[in-house]
């Protein structure tokens, strides 16, 4: 991927797929003025990606502002992109791409506004990088769970209400709904008998079992189903229930579209919301003035400066092969797996020893916060170090500071 070349570039461009492979960036040409004019009418202002996100982000929590979540969606492109990068090499057994896992996760980006709180002193491409990359984990596990799991096996993990919704979302009446619903009933009633269990690949009923399955519906359908339907063979409730399957899978997991699509016959235009004429009349200069006083503050430097320090001595009081894994993980990119080839040794051990390693880089920048910061270590700040830790180890192994690095050499 072509890293984007200036603030404005980095606040109105989106990425653009070609063969599952970084394109192109896309310009936006509207967010692309608004941002030339935020710069020309404030030349004080730092040119700093954390400067204006933080600016963008205010003023979309202020007022909602359509046009402050169009700036950080593009800002956020690249977090998302090397997100889905990262999260789905540890999947490799799965069929999907890293656009289909960009997409995915991408949509989630009012949520990750939401949920990003500048006082904690975590960045917003650092909190979303997190977040995305949780996003795509999750979705790829409950993918891998549902791809292995046979048809029987996930009909009898489905709650009721989840199959409802299932047959309702696949265009299914209310008469036919009930019939599959009773079907389903008699199917978890007969064949849990004979399930293994924890099993996920549960064998297809025999022929035993669907008599058994048949006979049942057919004595429930009396009084179950309104007006009562004719007598149902075992083929016929066979095929009920592997189409409801099907209508499951779908319904669990859907084909995702992001904004960030281009429009049907518009190559250089996406699907977003239209922004206003006048980006001016959103621009708070005393806002502006306000964020500038934060980024040039000299307090911030320093605790920067103090977790660094740290974390950096936390870091060196790791074993050699603990500071091993964790440069092959973050400077090289490489999966657990491969790590264990590499220094031949078992996967689980590397990921018991890459464990242990965050964990005592977590408590040091826990002890450093309460101590430096006075911060009781709740729930909520836990979350939001580990954030931080991520970000830490992410920047020292890929970007290192160059005065960091003096220090360490």
Request: a positive charge; one cysteine or more; charged letters at 20%.
């Amino acid at each position: 991927m072509r890293p984007r070349q200036d603030i404005i570039e980095s606040f109105s461009t989106f990425i653009q797929f070609s063969d599952d492979c970084f394109s192109r960036w896309v310009p936006d040409p509207k967010l692309q003025r608004s941002m030339r004019q935020c710069l020309t009418k404030s030349p004080e202002s730092p040119a700093s990606g954390n400067f204006w996100a933080l600016y963008w982000h205010k003023l979309w929590r202020g007022n909602s502002s359509k046009l402050a979540g169009s700036h950080l969606s593009a800002y956020l492109q690249e977090a998302c992109y090397w997100a889905a990068q990262k999260t789905i090499s540890s999947f490799k057994s799965l069929q999907y791409t890293v656009s289909d896992c960009f997409q995915t996760s991408i949509i989630e980006t009012p949520k990750i506004l939401q949920g990003f709180q500048p006082v904690k002193g975590v960045s917003l491409n650092a909190y979303a990088r997190v977040v995305f990359s949780n996003v795509i984990r999750n979705v790829l596990r409950q993918h891998q769970e549902v791809d292995i799991c046979s048809n029987w096996a996930l009909l009898s993990k489905v709650s009721q209400k989840r199959f409802v919704e299932a047959l309702q979302q696949g265009g299914l009446g209310t008469e036919t709904i009930a019939r599959y619903r009773l079907a389903w009933f008699c199917f978890k009633q007969c064949h849990s008998l004979h399930k293994a269990a924890g099993t996920r690949q549960l064998p297809k009923p025999d022929k035993a079992i669907w008599q058994a399955i048949s006979e049942l519906y057919n004595a429930e359908r009396q009084t179950q189903l309104t007006p009562p339907d004719p007598a149902c063979s075992p083929a016929t409730l066979e095929t009920w229930l592997a189409k409801s399957a099907e209508l499951i899978r779908s319904y669990l997991y859907p084909a995702k579209t992001s904004l960030n699509l281009p429009k049907s016959g518009w190559e250089s235009t996406e699907l977003q919301d239209d922004l206003p004429n006048n980006p001016d009349s959103t621009l708070d200069q005393s806002l502006l003035a306000e964020l500038i006083a934060q980024e040039e503050t000299e307090a911030r430097q320093s605790q920067k400066a103090q977790m660094n320090t740290a974390l950096r001595k936390a870091l060196v009081r790791l074993d050699v092969q603990k500071q091993q894994m964790l440069r092959l993980y973050y400077a090289k990119g490489l999966t657990q797996q491969q790590i264990a080839q590499q220094l031949d040794i078992k996967q689980y051990t590397v990921s018991r020893r890459l464990r242990q390693a965050r964990e005592a880089l977590l408590l040091a920048l826990a002890n450093w916060s309460q101590t430096t910061l006075h911060i009781s270590p709740d729930s909520n700040v836990i979350r939001y170090i580990s954030t931080a830790l991520e970000e830490w180890l992410q920047g020292y192994y890929d970007h290192p500071d160059p005065d960091l690095s003096e220090r360490s050499s």
